[in-house]
């Protein structure tokens, strides 16, 4: 029994390396797929089902957030690949597994393509053609035409936001079956939301995006009053946005009030910013559209139980 123990005990360490060596590559396709961001996006498209939902499949919900996410990781894989070069330059990005060398090429690219497949065949077999149609429009358009546009023009945010506005849309559509008013309400919400959202982390990270050569700030001078002034108005603008639902009977007084009250906060950081463009305005305008649009999307359907 002793002799036992210290066989099993010699074999520990090289167990450990196989597990941190798992481990290591699990970590690896985390990053690569940027998990938080697709956990943030299938959120969006989760909530905006439960909000379009007369009843809730929950089989229909899961597989909704399952394909969602294969589909915005696979659209983050090749984010990643066209611009492996460009992350090399970049402090916040230089550690990820293609520029730093932990990830070839070739499983880059087998990863992207599995997640894709597998993310668009799950939305085409269980929610149907147009669930389909809509990821695989935000998938292309996300990564061959927003991506290399990217270092080319600021209008990038803009063409963006179409991809980026597609998950409210696809869960709601998920949901009802229907492109309505409350299906083109929720894109519009989420589509205005970017570029506030955008061009804030667009402002922390102007010197990073620099060496990179992005265009990502309104102003072609990067850090100005011009920038600050546009993102304040598109701020503000989401004010009057977010009362629609309420114009057209979809939500209840207490969503409106709330989203009224989420506005005028987030607009408030946005006048900050503008008043004095500094980088701790920037940050928490930054934070606060993290959490903006979760809440009036929860609001939203909260409102109809």
Not at 106 to 120: P, R, T
Not at 166 to 174: E, F, Q, R, T
Not at 256 to 273: E, H
């Amino acid at each position: 029994m002793e002799e036992s123990i210290n066989l099993n005990s010699q074999s520990l360490p090289e167990e450990n390396n196989i597990q941190e060596k798992k481990h290591s590559k699990f970590s690896d396709i985390v990053q690569f797929t940027k998990f938080r961001l697709a956990s943030l996006v299938v959120l969006s498209a989760a909530l905006c089902y439960l909000f379009g939902a007369d009843e809730i499949n929950s089989s229909s919900l899961i597989m909704l957030i399952t394909g969602g996410f294969f589909v915005t990781a696979a659209s983050n894989g090749f984010n990643q690949i066209i611009e492996k070069d460009l992350d090399k330059l970049m402090n916040r990005t230089s550690n990820r597994p293609l520029p730093d060398g932990r990830m070839s090429l070739s499983e880059a690219y087998i990863i992207s393509i599995a997640f894709g497949v597998v993310g668009l065949s799950i939305l085409y077999i269980w929610l149907g053609l147009a669930c389909f149609l809509l990821g695989l429009f935000a998938l292309i358009s996300y990564t061959f035409i927003y991506t290399p546009l990217k270092q080319k023009t600021p209008f990038a945010v803009f063409v963006g936001a179409f991809p980026g506005a597609i998950p409210p849309l696809l869960g709601y559509v998920a949901a009802t079956g229907r492109f309505d008013v409350a299906a083109w309400l929720v894109f519009g919400i989420q589509f205005l939301w970017q570029f506030p959202h955008f061009w804030a982390i667009a402002w922390v990270l102007d010197d990073d995006y620099k060496r990179a050569g992005f265009k990502m700030l309104p102003s072609t001078e990067g850090r100005d009053k011009n920038s600050a002034f546009q993102i304040m108005v598109y701020t503000f603008s989401l004010i009057p946005i977010v009362l629609l639902p309420y114009y057209f009977h979809l939500t209840g007084i207490t969503s409106l009030i709330l989203n009224i009250i989420f506005g005028i906060l987030f607009s408030y950081q946005s006048l900050k910013l503008y008043q004095d463009c500094s980088l701790k305005s920037a940050k928490n305008l930054m934070f606060g559209s993290f959490a903006y649009l979760p809440l009036v999307q929860l609001a939203m359907y909260l409102d109809k139980i």
